[in-house]
């Protein structure tokens, strides 16, 4: 399995994995998954050999157990605040997109006797709930999935990669190109591929390497354009003993013909989680850093971006004691257009990634952010100054939540959605720490915001099932929604919340 995604300029001066043995011979090939990637777009002239796509896997309505066994947040994803894998993104598990009265999804597949890696579904309304109408199972894909967009046609661009990060070493993966490694199809509604690009054309001089390492991806579709952005690795610092840098990678693609037209993006590394928003003219980007800058950055592009939160702590400390939430559009202000939320702790003092994890409490925060230079607002009623890579930045914000250091209390995977009208429903699991590695989940909590942060509803407690750390929530049917699977019962669960912080989930057998 493969992961490789990169365009790095310059060589980091720190390093966020552990050592690596060092390896003086390369691993065994690595296995080809899909043989018929190799072509980079499909047509009507395309053999009959590469075309093996099933569209319907049955009459609808498809069983989820005929296809999928999907991922369980609630059996899988149990970390809190006290985790180390906290402080990473997490890799998309089950991607929803909401088209009207229609969720597509693109869901990873973990039972080990299907002949396919993930589904891609099409919900439809039936008799008061959903059905699966379209389960394509035989697409191209890789090993891994890692973001799904729709257009307004009902086409559906997805993005998959391989999983090599159990190969990776200072000696594999060798210099030089690389194919199949990170790759984005097109689908017709109907379940034909349109195209099939291979990303590492466009990156023969700096191939991409372990795709969404210690991060997160994010694809979105806006002006006919497809960008997809992830982590990745760089080539070996033999300085640091051939260990591999992590960075933020990023590709836009022409949605109609999938010509690469760009590999540059906003310049983060480390780039521990990501999130990609269309703003009704160009697709923006929004990291969470660790090193080069050591701060949330939002951009749409190389020397197109800010700072706008400074995290606590030295160049390079993998712990930022901050989690990403979302960005989402300000309709009604002509000059600040963005919203932005993360989770961040209100002390100053600064911990490190072994023995000391968290270092206060952990609230919600906003930043709202201005439409022409990407600064942030600078009447936002809170401030937050703090020792960032060595230098003393006050940042302005506002906070939504107000756990005290005795409560014990922090909050973890948020979520923000628009749901207009300058309203925003914000979702975060709240958990009480006990010591540096043990915390207790509460529950999710939800409140309803506007575009200054003023709270329009209180925080509600909703559900004691676990977020999705790695999916986002999406806008549909007036208010928020999000999709988990139980692996044991091979089902889905849409969880909706209204503009009234109404909760109720739906489940698809």
């Known amino acids: 399995m493969h992961k490789r995604f990169l365009f790095i300029l310059l060589a980091l001066s720190m390093s966020f994995t552990p ?3 060092a390896q003086t011979d390369a691993p065994p090939s690595i296995r080809q998954t899909n043989d018929h990637l190799s072509s980079t777009s499909v047509s009507a002239e395309t053999p009959a050999d590469f075309t093996v796509y099933l569209p319907l896997v049955r009459v609808p309505p ?3 157990a005929t296809v999928l066994k999907p991922f369980d947040v609630n059996a899988s994803d149990l970390v ?9 993104g997490k890799r998309p598990e089950i991607i929803v997109v909401a088209q009207g009265s229609t969720l597509h999804i693109l869901a990873q597949d973990y039972d080990p006797s299907t002949a396919w890696n993930a589904a891609l579904l099409r919900l439809e309304p039936a008799d008061g709930g959903y059905q699966i109408t379209q389960a394509l199972t035989q697409l191209p894909m890789l090993d891994r999935i890692m973001g799904l967009a729709v257009d ?4 559906r661009y997805y993005a998959t990669c391989v999983d090599e990060a159990h190969l990776v070493n200072p000696y594999y993966p060798p210099p030089g190109y690389r194919s199949n490694i990170v790759r ?5 509604p109907a379940g034909e591929a349109l195209f099939n690009v291979d990303l590492d054309v466009a990156r023969h001089d700096a191939p991409i390497i372990n795709p969404m390492t210690a991060s997160s991806a994010r694809l979105a579709f806006g002006g006919n354009h497809i960008a997809l952005v992830h982590g990745g690795n760089t080539s070996p610092d033999w300085s640091i003993e051939g260990q591999r840098h992590q960075i933020s990678l990023f590709t836009e693609l022409d949605a109609i013909s999938g010509a690469i037209i760009k590999t540059q993006g906003v310049w983060t590394s480390h780039a521990f989680d990501q999130r990609l928003l269309f703003d009704g003219t160009r697709i923006l980007q929004l990291h969470l850093g660790d090193a080069y800058p050591r701060a949330i950055v939002l951009g749409r592009g190389f020397y197109e971006d800010s700072n706008i939160f400074a995290i606590k702590g030295p160049i390079g400390e993998n712990l930022t004691a901050t989690r990403l939430g979302n960005i989402a559009l300000i309709e009604q202000d002509p000059t600040y257009k963005y919203l932005v939320l993360f989770a961040t702790e209100t002390s100053d003092q600064t911990g490190n990634i072994f023995d000391s994890k968290i270092n206060g409490p952990r609230n919600l925060a906003i930043v709202r952010v201005r439409g022409d230079n990407f600064s942030v607002d600078p009447a936002l009623p809170d401030i937050l100054t703090v020792e960032s890579g060595g230098v003393v930045v006050t940042n ?7 756990y005290s250091a005795e409560s014990r209390l922090h909050a973890e995977r948020p ?15 709240e958990w009480r720490n006990v010591n540096q590695e043990t915390d207790v989940f509460n529950g999710v909590y939800g409140m309803l915001i506007d575009a200054q942060g003023s709270i329009l509803i209180p925080a509600k407690l909703l559900t004691t099932s676990h977020l999705p750390r790695g999916d986002d929530a999406v806008f549909f049917q007036n208010g928020a929604a999000w999709v988990t699977g139980d692996a044991a019962r091979r089902n889905l669960s849409i969880h909706l919340v209204d503009a009234t912080l109404q909760y109720r989930v739906v489940t698809i057998d």
């Open 62 to 64: 498809v069983p989820v």
């Open 396 to 402: 302005r914000l506002r906070w939504l939540t107000n």
């Open 19 to 21: 050592a690596l043995r």
């Open 184 to 188: 984005v199809i097109k689908v017709s």
């Open 152 to 155: 307004d046609a009902g086409n």
């Open 80 to 88: 809190g605040p006290a985790s180390w894998d906290a402080n990473y």
């Open 415 to 429: 979520k923000m959605i628009g749901i207009g009208n300058d309203r925003y429903i914000v979702l975060w699991e």
